[in-house]
């Protein structure tokens, strides 16, 4: 005897309201699944799409508020500093509170200088940018790296007059 004539057989041999009862719950059982297997994951997926949206809606307002700010700070440009480009480099980033995380001021070129920074604050090296941009310094190369363990920036600067 296979399988299904097994099954068939313990079938007739129920009763109706059992029957009517096994119809029941094989429906629940049908409609828990669709919902758990299908409705369930479509709306998770949904909102997570949603809040990734939010996110990066977010991260863009941010990002626009900073280039406005910078946009505004270079229209209201100061007149370039006098002194070298190394001092100036050097003061500044002693204003911002940068000093301790300049790890190397090297020459190179006409009124070029490259700079290594570790351990940088994203907050200071925006402002320290800021105020070199005002002082008609310019960032010509910048690489940064983000330490994931601490929030901080290595960064590699080649700054120019």
């Known amino acids: 005897?296979?399988?299904?004539?097994?099954?068939?057989?313990r079938w007739d041999a129920l009763q109706a309201r059992e029957q009517q009862i096994l119809r029941f719950s094989a429906v629940l059982v049908a409609l828990l699944l669709f919902y758990l297997l299908i409705i369930d994951p479509v709306y998770s997926g949904r909102d997570d799409a949603q809040q990734r949206l939010r996110s990066a809606q977010e991260a863009f307002s941010v990002a626009r508020r900073q280039a406005l700010d910078l946009k505004a700070a270079s229209?209201?440009?100061?007149?370039?500093?006098?002194?070298?480009?190394?001092?100036?480099?050097?003061?500044?980033?002693?204003?911002?509170?940068?000093?301790?995380?300049?790890?190397?001021?090297q020459p190179s070129g006409d009124d070029q200088i490259q700079v290594s920074l570790e351990e940088a604050s994203y907050t200071q090296l925006i402002q320290w940018l800021s105020s070199l941009h005002?002082?008609?310094?310019?960032?010509?190369?910048?690489?940064?790296q983000l330490d994931r363990a601490s929030d901080l920036l290595g960064v590699q600067l080649v700054l120019a007059r």
């Open 75 to 105: 229209s209201n440009r100061e007149t370039p500093a006098s002194g070298s480009l190394l001092t100036q480099v050097e003061s500044s980033a002693q204003q911002q509170g940068l000093r301790s995380a300049l790890k190397r001021l």
């Open 1 to 9: 005897m296979g399988l299904i004539q097994v099954f068939k057989a």
């Open 134 to 144: 005002q002082s008609g310094v310019r960032a010509q190369r910048v690489d940064i």
